[in-house]
């Protein structure tokens, strides 16, 4: 019999379902909100694993008390913990200061050190885990299976969808200035997201080249990337590999993303762009001119992923399975 794993995650994105169902883990998201949301998925967590007895937990930082607990976990009934870890390594911020960040940053190396296996996106994180004395994987996101998608009439002349969550690292201004630069053009910005999320300036933007289009449903959202003549995603962030950078290079849509050095190495048949509203309007004039073009790069791309991705994932599944043979010897 197989051994068995199981994977948690405290918030749903694409990566988790997309490697739960890669390493072959039964997949449960806990996604509680308002005052008792960490209580009551604490208690879930310790009710599944206590039900479930898997051999390998596989757990997603965020939550970094989701990992803390899964470590803990691993110290009371001795099973095995691999952590997929995105971002959260206050990159570019203070170690220091308030009592949260004390607590984070204690999480923070005690996940590390703790687990069996942290699988980051990329060598400059790997290089952070192994700083702290943990053990590190790299494995970017994989490709997601959109299947069959139908396109749909975005509206305007031409189309840009930008992947949006209205996050502190996406440079908005300089988005709003290559908008405005659109006006009259046939030219349209489409914003993904909760539009609620969105700072007040943003939101209350009178710009005719830009339309929120509020939260899409996920059967609907792989439309919206298909339909457009490009997808753009941005970030301020140095180490961050974005979700819609990856989708988009799915759909083989052209892609138009930031400059920065993870993005270029691993995206590199896209438009990169620094947060400058010029930038970002030339990139988007650059690529509806010669749309075929920059599809043709995206397909390159995707071949690429896909073949660097397989060998990658089965490394870090050669390693969790000698994690799994080590416990079979122990019991």
Request: glycine letters at 6%; charged letters at 25%.
């Amino acid at each position: 019999m197989a051994t068995k794993r199981i994977w948690i995650a405290w918030e749903r994105q694409r990566r988790s379902i997309e490697l739960a169902r890669s390493f072959n883990c039964r997949l449960y998201i806990i996604d509680y909100s308002g005052l008792f949301r960490y209580p009551k998925a604490t208690l879930q967590t310790i009710w599944i694993v206590l039900r479930e007895k898997p051999k390998v937990l596989f757990v997603q930082n965020p939550s970094m008390i989701l990992a803390a607990l899964a470590c803990i976990i691993k110290r009371l009934l001795g099973i095995s913990v691999v952590v997929d870890r995105h971002t959260t390594f206050r990159l570019g911020k203070k170690k220091g200061g308030s009592l949260k960040v004390w607590i984070f940053m204690r999480l923070h190396y005690f996940t590390l050190r703790m687990a069996d296996l942290t699988i980051v996106t990329n060598r400059y994180l790997a290089e952070l885990v192994e700083e702290a004395h943990g053990t590190a994987a790299i494995l970017p996101d994989k490709l997601p299976e959109f299947g069959c998608v139908t396109p749909i009439n975005l509206g305007c002349e031409k189309n840009i969808v930008l992947v949006s969550s209205f996050g502190e690292d996406e440079p908005f201004a300089h988005v709003i200035q290559a908008a405005k630069r659109l006006e009259g053009s046939g030219i349209c910005i489409h914003v993904t997201g909760d539009v609620k999320k969105a700072d007040p300036l943003i939101r209350n933007a009178q710009i005719d080249s830009i339309k929120f289009t509020g939260f899409i449903p996920d059967e609907m959202y792989p439309a919206y990337l298909l339909s457009a003549d490009a997808v753009m995603v941005l970030t301020t962030a140095d180490q961050c590999m974005l979700c819609g950078c990856y989708e988009a290079v799915s759909l083989e849509r052209p892609l138009i993303t930031s400059r920065t050095q993870v993005l270029e190495d691993y995206f590199s048949g896209a438009v990169f762009v620094e947060d400058d509203g010029d930038q970002i309007y030339n990139a988007i004039l650059a690529v509806l001119d010669n749309p075929k073009k920059y599809a043709a790069n995206v397909r390159d791309v995707k071949k690429h992923i896909s073949r660097s991705w397989m060998i990658a994932f089965h490394n870090i599944e050669g390693i969790i399975s000698n994690i799994e043979n080590q416990n079979m010897r122990v019991e």
